[in-house]
């Protein structure tokens, strides 16, 4: 199903939402609680300012009251350079309006006329991005390994951020202190966009496999989420923290390191909502 469908079949009335990028939109699984009525609104990949705003147009589906699940992640304050490209907002052209869609009035009023432009677009771009991996790949001196999933998107987290080296250093938040409050802001909006429709946020941080974490230093998450987390938040906005949940360190539980399999989606919705109860 494609985007606009997600987002037009979304029903009305419902308890809880998640949003979010990927590890929201792989985490949760609301059939794993039929007594409620819950929808996953992630969308992989998203940044805070399209959770603000997926909240903004989509807020009323929700019954008052209800709860809004906002997933952060150990880069969610970073800057992530794909996230500013036209590319990225592209994909939301299907499901909000032109003014809360980053790109030229121009760009936005072709794409939402004729679709099949943007398809083609990104047909023709997936095809040549293969064709240069093939290339590199027959052309490469190197005959190194295959990376791991998780190696993978270890290197992949460090590349999309220009000054970051590594996952462990956290004197490497020097550098991103103004990109730390736009983010702040952001998820500001987030929270009180929800507040705006009556609904009650929940900031949730992701478990993630035993290797995964392995890479990530605890002072670099202190100074990448914690620190920012306190400030864009205030006590009246709970947060449940799996990072180091013991429950779900297995690698087995994962595809990659971060994102659940379809199985362990259910029994981690159904922690989530009995935590969910306790705290609000």
């Not at 985007?3 to 949760?28: H, M, T, W």
């Not at 295959?146 to 550098?175: F, R």
């Not at 949940?245 to 595809?255: A, C, H, L, P, V």
């Amino acid at each position: 199903m494609n985007l606009k469908e997600r987002f037009s079949n979304i029903p009305y009335n419902l308890d809880a939402v998640n949003i979010g990028s990927g590890p929201s939109y792989y985490d949760f699984d609301w059939s794993a609680i039929p007594e409620i009525s819950g929808c996953n609104m992630a969308i992989v990949p998203e940044d805070f300012r399209y959770d603000a705003r997926i909240i903004k147009c989509y807020g009323n589906h929700v019954k008052m009251g209800g709860v809004v699940i906002v997933v952060v992640c150990p880069l969610s304050f970073a800057k992530n350079d794909y996230l500013y490209k036209d590319s990225f907002s592209e994909k939301y052209v299907s499901i909000l309006p032109a003014s809360d869609v980053d790109l030229p009035k121009w760009k936005y009023s072709l794409y939402k006329k004729l679709p099949i432009s943007l398809k083609c677009k990104n047909f023709i771009l997936r095809v040549l991005s293969g064709l240069c991996r093939r290339l590199k790949k027959l052309f490469s001196c190197k005959k190194a390994g295959a990376l791991s999933p998780i190696d993978a998107m270890v290197k992949g987290w460090v590349s999309d951020n220009k000054y970051l080296n590594n996952l462990t250093d956290s004197a490497q938040a020097e550098y991103y202190r103004d990109v730390f409050k736009e983010k702040e802001n952001d998820l500001k909006k987030v929270i009180d966009n929800c507040r705006l429709h009556g609904l009650r946020p929940v900031i949730l941080i992701p478990p993630m496999s035993g290797e995964l974490r392995n890479n990530i230093s605890d002072d670099f998450i202190q100074s990448f989420v914690y620190d920012n987390l306190r400030s864009a938040t205030d006590d009246s906005t709970p947060l449940l923290n799996y990072i180091d949940d013991k429950r779900f360190k297995d690698e087995s539980f994962y595809t990659n390191g971060l994102f659940l399999t379809p199985e362990n989606q259910k029994d981690f919705t159904k922690t989530v909502w009995e935590d969910i109860k306790k705290v609000l």
